[in-house]
């Protein structure tokens, strides 16, 4: 098991991640006057340790990875929800703090969705640059939210957290992503 997580660069990135988040707390809580950040700040944190994780969603050696006798489709899917773990612990672990990140329901709908979106990309354009399209998508949708139906929609990562069409388009990247990435693994590098 250590030689997978070695192999995937998964103690670096589990530690940029954290580390990410923990200086965004830490900003937060020495110069705002605010409990709580808004919910631009509660977003871009998450889109970042998603996106630091997203480097771990392949192996150096991808011909190995696809002829190995594991089953790969189960590690894959373990590997995703770990990741999701990783980001909803470390966001709500700060809710007894001065800078609480949240509401859980908000960091929970927006780091599944967004880890689904990202395994999506990484089958189709490889773990490498997988998170280029989740990172664009949240970082417009935080500045710039729709209330229209339509607008909600497309703009989901930015909702507030009690959104019904947000909810249901992170349900089905979530869901989707987790399912496609678990059967087919990220793409082959060229």
């Given at each position: ?39 631009l ?7 970042l ?28 899917a ?12 470390v ?16 960091v ?10 990202t ?26 939210p ?20 947000a909810?249901?388009v992170?349900?089905?990247l979530?869901?989707g992503?987790l ?12």
């Amino acid at each position: 098991m250590s030689g997978y997580l070695r192999a995937r660069r998964v103690p670096l990135a589990l530690a940029a991640s954290v580390g990410a988040a923990t200086v965004v707390w830490a900003l937060w809580l020495v110069f705002s006057d605010e409990r709580d950040p808004g919910g631009l700040v509660v977003v871009l944190t998450v889109v970042l340790m998603v996106s630091v994780l997203s480097t771990t969603l392949a192996a150096p050696d991808e011909d190995l990875e696809r002829t190995a006798a594991l089953r790969w489709p189960w590690r894959r899917a373990a590997h995703l929800l770990a990741a999701l773990a990783v980001v909803l612990v470390v966001l709500l672990a700060t809710a007894p703090t001065g800078a609480r990140f949240g509401p859980a329901a908000l960091v929970l709908r927006d780091a599944a969705g967004l880890l689904g979106l990202t395994a999506l990309c990484a089958t189709v354009v490889g773990a490498a640059r997988a998170w280029f399209l989740p990172l664009g998508w949240a970082v417009v949708a935080a500045l710039f939210p729709q209330s229209s139906a339509w607008g909600a929609l497309a703009t989901w990562p930015g909702q507030p957290h009690d959104s019904r069409p947000a909810a249901a388009v992170a349900a089905v990247l979530a869901v989707g992503g987790l399912l496609v990435y678990a059967v087919r693994g990220a793409a082959r590098r060229d």
